[in-house]
């Protein structure tokens, strides 16, 4: 999986340099330089959190997660993600630390996609600092009221899909 | 709560492991997370240069007046489209979207852009989604999300012909 997403990856970068490079040489070289600037920029972020993440899920009490979030809490434990989702404040590397760390200390797969789909969509944080202020706020109401239900769903399709 | 949080929670986590555990274990998780993260960093560089030319090459206006033109499922599946497309955070997308809305988009549109941005979108999948979770776990939610967007659309459609609220 890992090999194939690689190289899936990699052609795309190809064919996109490409088309870069027959515009002009400039796009090319501007395209790599804020790809390339981008990842040293973001890279000490992600492996903080990704390190991170490993530490507090193997600290964290094991009994204590299974019961709220384990995969067999079911239903419950999916309306538990959601609501956590949505409390989530911070960027990436927070909802993302979380949701790794949950996983590892055996929160339910379904769980987390729960928790992190309810997190994308309307982490309330994220509602106020980032979507208020840039969108008409009949549209915020109107695509967080109708996301209310995503998660549910997400971890369903998930269920159903079977385990990752 | 940011990177800066997460540090010091990290840190704290990985001291009382070692207290715990002893500095073998600690070594052993150390270990597994650097190489999960190595793993990850071709795709994590591979998403940054996509997200980079995507920036770049797109023709952002040409494609917010071709979703605005669309309507019925054709406009959600092309605004869907968009938002697994188009690179960048919040500062880029909200733009986008309400860039969408100027030129005539429908709400539901506007929704099943931003929804797919969020849940499929490839950058946030690529650079953040991919070296917490690991491929297997990020595919199967993939897959799981890969309806959301059209349907949420589709619920924003019907919320404002059922007139439970009204349209931006």
Known sequence: MSMAINLLLWIVVGILMLIAAMRSRVVLSEGLRNGGGEVLRLLPRIAIGVVGAGFIAEALPKALIAPWIGPESGLSGVAVSIVAGALTPGGPVVGFAIAAAALKSGAGAPQVVAYSTAWALYAIHRLVLWEMPMMPARLVWLRASVSLPLPFIAAGLAMALGKP | ?168
């Open chain 2, 1 to 168: 709560m940011s990177t800066a949080t997460i540090a010091v929670v990290a840190f704290s986590a990985a001291a009382y492991v070692y207290a715990r555990d002893g500095w073998d274990h600690f070594r052993t998780i150390l270990i597994s997370d650097a190489v999960m993260l190595l793993d990850m960093l071709p795709k994590v560089l591979g998403g940054c240069l996509i997200g980079a030319f995507v920036t770049l090459l797109l023709p952002r206006e040409k494609v917010a007046r071709w979703v605005g033109h669309e309507s019925g499922m054709s406009g959600l599946m092309i605004a869907t489209a968009f938002g697994f497309v188009l690179p960048g955070g919040p500062v880029t997308a909200f733009p986008v979207a309400g860039a969408f809305l100027l030129v005539g988009a429908d709400a539901g549109a506007v929704v099943a852009f931003i929804t797919s941005w969020t849940l499929i979108g490839h950058a946030r999948t690529l650079i953040w989604e991919l070296p917490f979770m690991g491929p297997d776990f990020v595919m199967w939610r993939l897959l799981a999300a890969l309806p959301l967007p059209i349907l949420a659309g589709l619920l924003a459609r019907a919320v404002l012909r059922a007139g439970l609220a009204r349209a931006p």
